[in-house]
């Protein structure tokens, strides 16, 4: 069964250890190191790939050095990536360069870089990198000095500015090894104090509780509330020194409101309201002619009750309107003089003559 592009099995193209794969219009094959260079001429001669794109490597940690190799066949476009690994113990490969002559450059940046070594290419000199410089800069292994010798420029960590707070545990990047093991202050620097585990520093603080420092916090609930909340509630429930125990407040709903907002009838009286209200005088009898006509005065209007709480309970209007004068028993008098009518006989003047 072929895979993409290929015209044949990969396995009668590129030999029976060779594997291939498709993804996103890219055709991978892996070959053993042996093979290399038989692989890319191969895919020069036979898959047409006649244009070379680019070669470099990839550190596997506990692989090896994977060289790959891209190139592409022009008419029509297709690419093609041949991979194989090397040991790192022994990074020997086989140099493309007979094959495709513009591998050159990219073998010399890889074997600077990395480590590896092209045999048969004409000259594996520096190409990015000074004469003096020792190591592979692209290896997982290498270190990097300059983080050693001088401070991650920026800002300080917690604990090493002025203010004294709590440092935290520093995490080192790969490739950075710690500063006593490597580099100018090898075995110069105190060891790092051990952090001690979580039940070694319960128990230390279950020890030491006795000595100042703090308790073990013990958890509460929601429902019970805090332990200042407890103490209060206890307090309020102690009965005061010579006098009787504060009775419970009494719990109300949303809907019954407060007690300034009960009636007056509703409402009990408290010691308080009782020992601070002066007691009303008592209303005289009314007179005599009063209870025997049956005609009550006009008083005014009954206050209305008094509320221990805040007067917006009771509103009353700003401007209240007049009240209407009250109708006397005796009809108003008028100014004018009354004139006897013309058929009424004057008191006078006898009824039966003239008046003598």
Known sequence: MTTGWLPDEVTALFGPDATAEESYDLLTVDVPADSWTTALLTARARLGCTYFDWL?????????????????????????????????????????????????????????????????????????LPDSFEGHPLRKDFVLAARVAKAWPGAKEPGESEHGGPKRRQMLPPGVPDPNEWGPLKGQLPPAPARPARGARAGAAGAGAGAGERPTRRTRSASAGSASQAAGDTTAAAPAEGGAATPPRRMRSASQGSASQAPASEAPATPRETSATPAAPATPAAPAEEQATGTPEPSEKPAPPKSSDAPWHNPRPTFEEPEPPAKSESPAKSDKPETPDEGTPDSDTPAGGDPA
């Open 56 to 128: 470099s490597a990839v550190d596997e940690p506990g692989t090896g050095f994977r060289v790959s190799a891209h190139v592409v066949a022009l008419h029509p476009v297709r690419r093609l990536l041949v991979r194989t690994t090397v040991p790192h113990s022994a990074p020997v490969l086989a140099s493309a360069v007979e094959v495709y002559a513009g591998a050159a450059w990219h073998e010399r940046e890889t074997h600077e870089m990395f480590g590896v070594d092209f045999t048969g290419h004409p000259g594996l000199d520096h190409l990015l």
